[in-house]
């Protein structure tokens, strides 16, 4: 075999230009495939915060209907004591029932739920660098309802939503 010919080197050059075709194409593919991964995160997100978005406005509604009422608080506190007669007042908070809720599956579906403040009175709800960088979006641009950011550090996609 002449390795100088003509036909060999246009046969290497095709084989090259393929091969990197070919790696070109896998990049491509494994972008995309992560890409409607972390699409498919976002909207099991959404989906989750809207069914809590649902409780809190059924709470409400079930106030405005008079299921539940001042006197209801009362004799549930009454005839109520310790951690029962808590849960049973806090489950008629229409905010609480919707952040239980979304804890109570946060668990089953992996995920931390958090309500992240600049100067909380609580540490825990701190904002850390990333949530910060999100509550400024939220400042600056206020018709604008979620934000999302792929945290390579900590290899998780963390999503925000502002609230009223």
């Known amino acids: 075999m002449n390795w100088n010919s003509v036909g060999v080197k246009v046969i290497m050059v095709t084989t090259s230009a393929l091969i990197l075709l070919a790696i070109g194409s896998l990049f491509f593919y494994a972008y995309s495939a992560k890409q409607q991964i972390i699409d498919g995160e976002i909207q099991t997100a959404k989906v989750q915060i809207l069914l809590s978005e649902a409780v809190r406005e059924k709470t409400i509604r079930t106030w405005e209907q008079g299921v539940f009422s001042p006197q209801l608080l009362l004799d549930i506190s009454k005839n109520n004591s310790g951690q029962e007669r808590i849960e049973k007042i806090v489950s008629t ?45 939220f400042k600056n641009n206020r018709n604008v309802s979620d934000y999302s950011i792929v945290d390579e550090e900590k290899n998780e996609l963390r999503y925000f939503r502002g609230c009223d």
């Open 93 to 137: 908070v229409p905010i609480a029932n919707a952040w239980n809720t979304l804890k109570t599956k946060a668990k089953e579906g992996n995920y931390r739920f958090r309500a992240p403040r600049i100067g909380a009175r609580n540490p825990r709800n701190e904002a850390d660098p990333i949530e910060r960088e999100a509550l400024m979006f």
